[in-house]
């Protein structure tokens, strides 16, 4: 398959309290092909409609290939090297993995062959890993980031938040 244009261009999404139509509606408004999941655990006990097996089966009925790249990606490690003093995930040291590094050259990878988001469950990019891990490698590797909000608008720079 050939690249599509802008293939240095990744998308990112949070599910939120969305419903399953809405949510595949904002994928499709954006022409987002294939959804990387990058929650440690893909599960939702609020909006059980965005647990793993659920999701894929939702994705792959409009069309859109579901990956799942948590355990790479994930935000919330396990290995207490991975956190910091207060127990709040490392970002820095998680990067530095090999583990994480080849997720983000899988989650890449993929960008490059068709239109790719990759998806956790919060809302806000500011206050998720997605802005402040994911974002922050693929930016440093020379990838654009469009965070798709709740209301479908585009948010290419996220504010960094004082606390």
Known sequence: ??????????????????????FIALLRGHGI??????RTAPFSRY???FNRDALAQSLAAAGI????????????PEASSLR???GSPDYDAIAA?????????????????????????EGDPAHCHREKL?????????WRVRHILADGTIQAEVQATLW
């Open 1 to 22: 398959m050939a690249a599509p244009a802008g293939a240095d261009e990744l998308w990112s999404i949070g599910h939120s309290n969305h419903e399953i139509g809405r």
């Open 33 to 38: 092909a294939t959804l990387a999941d990058v």
């Open 47 to 49: 909006s059980p409609q």
């Open 65 to 76: 290939t579901y990956v799942f790249l948590g355990r790479e990606l994930g935000g919330k």
């Open 84 to 86: 910091g003093p207060s």
């Open 97 to 121: 993995t090999a583990l994480y590094r080849a997720g983000l050259a899988r989650l890449m990878a993929q960008g490059r062959a068709q239109r790719t988001a990759f998806m956790c469950s």
């Open 134 to 142: 994911v974002a922050r490698s693929l930016r440093a590797e020379g």
